[in-house]
Nanobody, 123 residues
Framework: QVQLVESGGGLVQAGGSLRLSCAAS????????MGWFRQAPGKEREFVAA????????YYADDVKGRFTISRDNAKNTVYLQMNSLKPEDTAVYYC????????????????WGQGTQVTVSS
């Protein structure tokens, strides 16, 4: 069974940085597009970033562009989300997701999901 395990969340002050990691197992990692989504209390899950199979292309939501960077290390079966200049509105549970077919901003497209990691940004 495919496993995605996120880590790196926590409490940070506004303007600070965090680096999330998502370790994948039981899949051929290099064959999967990887995405990051987030869900704040009372809100729907929303797209944050995605990266193609070899990392040649990346995609970002408008409100994180220039602040967040998605990357991957296929040798380590891990995808990362570097988050800089964090804002209180970035507070959410962050999930990584995997899909073989194509990068997508739509959560329903992704086949596999992690359990999430909490990011809290204080003002």
């Amino acid at each position: 069974q495919v496993q995605l395990v996120e880590s790196g969340g926590g409490l940070v002050q506004a303007g600070g940085s965090l680096r999330l990691s998502c370790a994948a197992s039981r899949l051929t990692f290099s064959r999967y597009v990887m995405g990051w989504f987030r869900q704040a209390p009372g809100k729907e899950r929303e797209f944050v970033a995605a990266i193609t199979w070899s990392g040649e292309r990346t995609y970002y939501a408008d409100d994180v562009k220039g602040r967040f960077t998605i990357s991957r290390d296929n040798a380590k079966n891990t995808v990362y989300l570097q988050m800089n200049s964090l804002k209180p509105e970035d507070t959410a549970v962050y999930y990584c997701a995997a899909d073989q077919r194509r990068p997508s901003l739509v959560a329903e497209v992704y086949d596999y999901w992690g359990q999430g990691t909490q990011v809290t940004v204080s003002s």
